[in-house]
């Protein structure tokens, strides 16, 4: 065995794929519109199979593939739904309940993110959904939303859609697996990660063409280091995902570290990106005919879905010998 | 260097506080459009009835000339009563339209517009950038003409706050043709119901819509309308901005101390946890920005730039507090509430007014010597 931190090929076939269907149906000029993502296209493209094992009619590619997806995922700020679908096949696939998790990776379901709020519960972009995944910390659960009550409750700036229900939930199952809290969490930092690297792109993009004082803006050593800074912590962010990913498929035994790590980071840089591109992006970035905004209020959403913090609990994969503290 | 107010001071003070308490609105008013008009026109004009409407402005214009240490006691009250926020669509009026006429304008200006200033009767917008002059303000391009007695104006403005709901506009333009930078603009009063305006609004992050961009299509403005002299509008425009960087944000400044008292309470949380090292840090970052508060408004001189470092360390602080209400508040951060609305509002804060580059390049060339990045 070797080491090898590049894409193969499949791997770069099927990023450019997405891209290229991401680019034609979800192009982020769709939000102007306001209206809730349609994922069919996402789903006959096979995305939510990935989340399969092959014999269940999955596509037979990995977690780390399916992470490179989600990136692209977060890059077009597609609905939150399209993470809590694959969270939802697998719980279902562990609860024994197949029939629900092949109709889930179908897309024939449709399933929306839930958070607890006091005493209710808050469905994002759950109008229409009939299944929920709760995402509560240390433990996942999967419910059935058909007959539930909604009621509509304005979203952060206006434009996260909410629903609030209530009362006794008709539950299908829970996990508090660390392995599929870890998986969750990987998919879900993936999308923070294309957030983070798509407010780059946009803020650099933007500083080559607006120009002050006769120049363009990235000419100023303020905004190149914005820039910089970006770029730094967005390839942090990029490699330890990688390496997460890569642990969690072979099931290595830092892959719990690796994911503390990144649900620490990974929000971290998504706000710091985000709010620096839309500094660089002065008025425009402040209001909503930009798509800075978007990028700000999804980071906001994916936060809330990412399970608790665990970074101190987990031995380091490198760490000093205790014979050696002793000796000291 | 003391800190003492005298009898009287206090006495003002409870007077003050009395007056607040029994007339500030409790609500929250409307964020934009007509409503947000009447509310604060409403208000405006019961402080007014009161004789607490430009405390600090000459007496000779209808101000109560009252000297800085009654008006910092006035906007402490005034924050801890929690009245309305200051920065509605009267700030502009009150804050920069009202001082420059006293400062620069005829008497003719000052007797027509004044006293509607105060009473709250006239609603004023600032028409400073343009599409392509924010941070680089001395190269705006909206045109004035010199036509007979009138100017003919051709252009366009953006981001002009309550341009949708002003009366009046502060229009800074080039008068001078083939005129550049800082030479040959003029600062004029703009009635916004004039022939050839037109306003679209646009709506911030935060969802409220309270900007706009002005287009002018041979809009005539009376030259009796320059303010200070032709072409000689940046003078007045400086003038401007020196009032708005020292005193008016006085009023902002100084509620953020009542917003992390607010945040505190919000949390609940024991001392020693993380976020509670977190608020304690934020508590006395806000008493240095009282105490920053405080230095500016009692130093002789102080300079533009003196202003750059207090609206920076208010402009970060301000966001700093309202992203750690956005941790405290779990998964209620995803709904709409006074907390997630101010918090979306404070990313202009860096932005608005002069950005934090803008201000952090003032701070190392103009205070601290520094060489310019680009000739101006
Ligand atoms: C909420 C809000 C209300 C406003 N209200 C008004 C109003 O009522 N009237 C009015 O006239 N204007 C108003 N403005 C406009 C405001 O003054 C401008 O947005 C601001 O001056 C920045 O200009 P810009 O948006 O064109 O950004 P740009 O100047 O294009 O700046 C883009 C980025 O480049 C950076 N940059 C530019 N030059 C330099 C440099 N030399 N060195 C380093 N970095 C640089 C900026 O810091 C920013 O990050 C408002 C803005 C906001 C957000």
Redesign the interface.
């Given at each position: 065995m070797t080491c090898d931190m590049n894409y193969n090929e499949d791997q770069r076939q099927i990023l450019d794929a997405a891209n290229a269907l991401l680019n034609t149906s979800y192009p982020l000029s769709r939000l102007q519109e306001e209206k809730p993502d349609d994922l069919t296209a996402l789903a006959e493209f096979g995305a939510f199979a990935l989340a399969l094992p092959e014999e269940r009619g999955g596509t037979g590619f990995t977690i780390v593939e399916e992470a490179l997806v989600h990136g692209l995922l977060g890059r077009h700020l597609i609905s939150s739904r399209a993470l809590a679908n694959p969270i939802a096949a697998r719980l279902a696939a562990r609860l024994g309940r197949h029939e629900i998790a092949e109709q889930v990776a179908a897309g024939t379901l449709s399933v929306c993110a839930a958070?607890?709020?006091d005493d209710s519960l808050?469905l994002?972009d759950g109008a229409k959904a009939t299944l929920g995944v709760v995402f509560g910390g240390r433990q996942v659960i999967l419910i059935a939303l058909e007959e539930l009550p909604r009621e509509g409750?304005?979203?952060?700036?206006?434009?996260?859609v909410?629903s609030r229900v209530r009362g006794p939930l008709s539950m299908i199952g829970e996990c508090t697996d660390s392995s599929l809290l870890d998986t969750s969490d990987l998919l879900v930092t993936a999308q923070l990660l294309g957030i983070a690297e798509a407010s780059r792109d946009m803020a650099v993009s933007y500083a080559k063409v607006r120009?002050?004082?006769?120049?363009s803006i990235g000419s100023?050593?303020?905004?190149k280091h914005h820039c910089a800074n970006m770029s730094v912590d967005a390839e942090a962010l990029s490699a330890l995902l990688d390496m997460a990913a890569i642990a969690v498929r072979d099931e290595r035994g830092d892959a719990a570290f690796q994911v503390a790590a990144l649900r620490l980071l990974a929000p971290r840089v998504a706000f710091a990106n985000v709010?620096t591109c839309?500094?660089i992006h002065?008025?425009i970035?402040?209001?909503?005919?930009a798509d800075?905004?978007h990028y700000?209020k999804q980071v906001?959403?994916l936060r809330?879905l990412l399970s608790g913090n665990t970074m101190l609990d987990l031995p380091a994969p490198l760490a000093p010998y205790t014979s050696i503290n002793e000796r000291n | 260097m003391q800190l003492d107010f005298t009898q009287d001071d206090e006495a003002f003070r409870v007077s003050a506080r009395e007056w607040l308490l029994a007339n500030a609105p409790r609500k929250r008013g409307p964020l934009d459009g007509q409503s947000a008009r009447a509310f604060a026109q409403a208000w405006l004009s019961q402080c007014h009835k009161d004789g607490w409407s430009g405390i600090g402005w000459p007496k000779e214009y209808g101000g109560r000339g009252l000297p800085t240490e009654k008006i910092i006691l006035w906007y402490e009250e005034y924050v801890r009563a929690r009245a309305p926020s200051v920065l509605d669509c009267t700030f502009v009026s009150l804050n920069h339209a009202g001082p420059t006429l006293i400062a620069c304008g005829t008497d003719e200006q000052k007797a027509y517009h004044l006293r509607r200033i105060l009473v709250g009767d006239s609603i004023w917008c600032q028409g400073f950038s343009e599409p392509g002059s924010g941070s680089d303000l001395a190269s705006l391009t909206t045109t004035g003409l010199v036509d007979g007695d009138h100017l003919v104006v051709n252009g366009q403005k953006i981001w002009t706050s309550y341009a949708d709901i002003a009366d009046f506009q502060e229009l800074l333009i080039r008068t001078e043709p083939g005129s550049k930078r800082h030479k040959g603009l003029s600062w004029v009063i703009c009635d916004m119901k004039s022939e050839g305006i037109t306003v679209r609004p646009i709506k911030n992050m935060a969802g409220a819509t309270h900007f706009a961009q002005v287009f002018y299509d041979n809009v005539r403005i009376p030259l009796s309308n320059v303010v200070g002299m032709l072409h000689d509008g940046w003078r007045v425009a400086m003038t401007t901005l020196g009032f708005e960087r020292k005193t008016a944000a006085m009023g902002l400044q100084l509620e953020l101390s009542i917003k992390i008292e607010d945040l505190i309470a919000l949390a609940e949380c024991p001392p020693g946890s993380a976020i509670g090292k977190q608020l304690a840090e934020l508590r006395a970052e806000a008493a240095a920005l009282r105490a920053m508060t405080y230095r500016t408004l009692f130093k002789d001189p102080v300079t533009a730039s003196d202003g750059s470092l207090m609206r920076l360390y208010f402009a970060e602080l301000s966001q700093r507090i309202h992203r750690a209400a956005m941790d405290i508040l779990g998964a209620d951060a995803l709904t709409d509430s006074t907390w997630t609305h101010d918090y979306l509002e404070s990313y202009s804060e860096t932005i608005a007014g002069g950005t934090a580059e803008i201000q952090r390049n003032i701070i190392a060339e103009r205070i601290l010597g520094l060489p310019r990045e680009q000739p101006a």
């Open positions: 958070v607890p709020a808050l994002i409750v304005p979203g952060l700036g206006h434009s996260v909410l120009e002050q004082f006769g120049r100023f050593q303020a905004i709010r839309i500094q002065g008025g970035g402040f209001s909503a005919e800075a905004h700000l906001h959403v809330q | -």
